[in-house]
T-cell receptor, first 112, second 118 residues
Framework: RKEVEQDPGPFNVPEGATVAFNCTYSNSASQSFFWYRQDCRKEPKLLMSVYSSGNEDGRFTAQLNRASQYISLLIRDSKLSDSATYLCVVNTGKAAGNKLTFGGGTRVLVKP | DGGITQSPKYLFRKEGQNVTLSCEQNLNHDAMYWYRQDPGQGLRLIYYSQIVNDFQKGDIAEGYSVSREKKESFPLTVTSAQKNPTAFYLC?????????????????FGEGSRLTVL
């Protein structure tokens, strides 16, 4: 089983719709979680950190479910500019060398 | 402006040649990382360094080497032992969150280096 897994998609989303997708992680000792956005042939950029209580940043909402070991990202009122690959990143904890492990990414295509 | 600079952006090499990718940061970050990304895939960790003069292997270190003689610099050498070196290489740095070295925060990436081995 991969340490961090994502549905590769693509998720085809009509403009204005809501889309949500998850990321599962295998190491229960994982301490911190992030969502990054990567545009085609560019470097990833931090979208948001994921806090235990869940957090929201404008149209984006991130949730953490420790019991089931997954995080989620929800995008409301999708814009064409939201088309990108969304990478889930997990800090696997001190015992595992404090590595940041990336999921394979979920591709989102927002269409008019 | 502060940031991470990778060079070269594009590099072509013949099979069997060693190649060194440069990564320099002026963000005063302690931790630096090298990732490899293949088409349609996520990032895989090659090497990382939490502090000067120390580094650890990531998940796919075979065929690669690094050094961390200065805080600002973390060069990656792709050796001839690396079986499939053609890829997009990304360097990143981060600063500990809350002052604790064990708790990395946001990763700042360079623009990447695309290596093609002919």
């Amino acid at each position: 089983r991969k340490e961090v897994e994502q549905d590769p998609g693509p998720f085809n989303v009509p403009e204005g719709a809501t889309v949500a997708f998850n990321c599962t992680y295998s190491n229960s000792a994982s301490q911190s979680f992030f969502w990054y956005r990567q545009d085609c042939r560019k470097e990833p950029k931090l979208l948001m950190s994921v806090y235990s209580s869940g957090n929201e940043d404008g149209r984006f909402t991130a949730q953490l479910n420790r019991a089931s070991q997954y995080i989620s990202l929800l995008i409301r009122d999708s814009k064409l500019s939201d088309s990108a690959t969304y990478l889930c990143v997990v800090n696997t904890g001190k015992a595992a060398g404090n590595k940041l492990t990336f999921g394979g990414g979920t591709r989102v295509l927002v269409k008019p | 402006d502060g940031g991470i600079t990778q060079s070269p952006k594009y590099l072509f090499r013949k099979e069997g040649q060693n190649v060194t990718l440069s990564c320099e940061q002026n963000l005063n970050h302690d931790a630096m990382y090298w990732y490899r990304q293949d088409p349609g895939q996520g990032l895989r960790l090659i090497y990382y360094s939490q502090i000067v003069n120390d580094f650890q292997k990531g998940d796919i270190a075979e065929g690669y080497s690094v050094s961390r003689e200065k805080k600002e610099s973390f060069p990656l050498t792709v050796t001839s032992a690396q079986k499939n070196p053609t890829a997009f290489y990304l360097c990143a740095s981060s600063t500990p969150r809350g002052g604790e070295p064990s708790n990395t925060g946001e990763l700042f990436f360079g623009e990447g280096s695309r290596l093609t081995v002919l």
